[in-house]
Nanobody, 119 residues
Framework: VQLQAFGGGLVQAGGYLRLTCTASGRTFSDYAMGWFRQAPGKDREFVAA????????RYADSVEGRFTIARVNTRNTVYLQMNSLKAEDTAIYYC?????????????WGQGTEVTVSS
């Protein structure tokens, strides 16, 4: 499955952004989806995940209550709504897909979209 993420940009602290990831090549609803991020000088970290039909979601503690992951299977799209952004949310964000839900490794990755939060 091919993934393309977009929607990043520069935003002030306290602001919001919505990231979008579109998928092609396979049946989208066969895949759980996730968002990850990598800040400068740091390892890539998990942000959020959503199950195949969107009935289950989970979040990193650092974004719980501020970020929301959602998917529209008819549009082959997954979103990450990011509210109350903080400087520490600055990173390159990646979407990922895997047939399994709830694991830390994903088989398919998109290119990143950069998010910069100014304080």
């Amino acid at each position: 499955v091919q993934l393309q993420a977009f929607g990043g940009g520069l935003v002030q602290a306290g602001g919001y952004l919505r990231l979008t990831c579109t998928a092609s090549g396979r049946t989208f609803s066969d895949y759980a989806m996730g968002w990850f991020r990598q800040a400068p000088g740091k390892d890539r970290e998990f942000v959020a995940a959503i199950s195949w039909r969107g009935r289950s979601t989970r979040y990193a503690d650092s974004v719980e209550g501020r970020f929301t992951i959602a998917r529209v299977n008819t549009r082959n799209t997954v979103y990450l709504q990011m509210n109350s952004l903080k400087a520490e949310d600055t990173a390159i964000y990646y979407c990922a897909a895997d047939r399994n839900y709830g694991q830390t490794t994903y088989d398919y990755w998109g290119q990143g979209t950069e998010v910069t939060v100014s304080s």
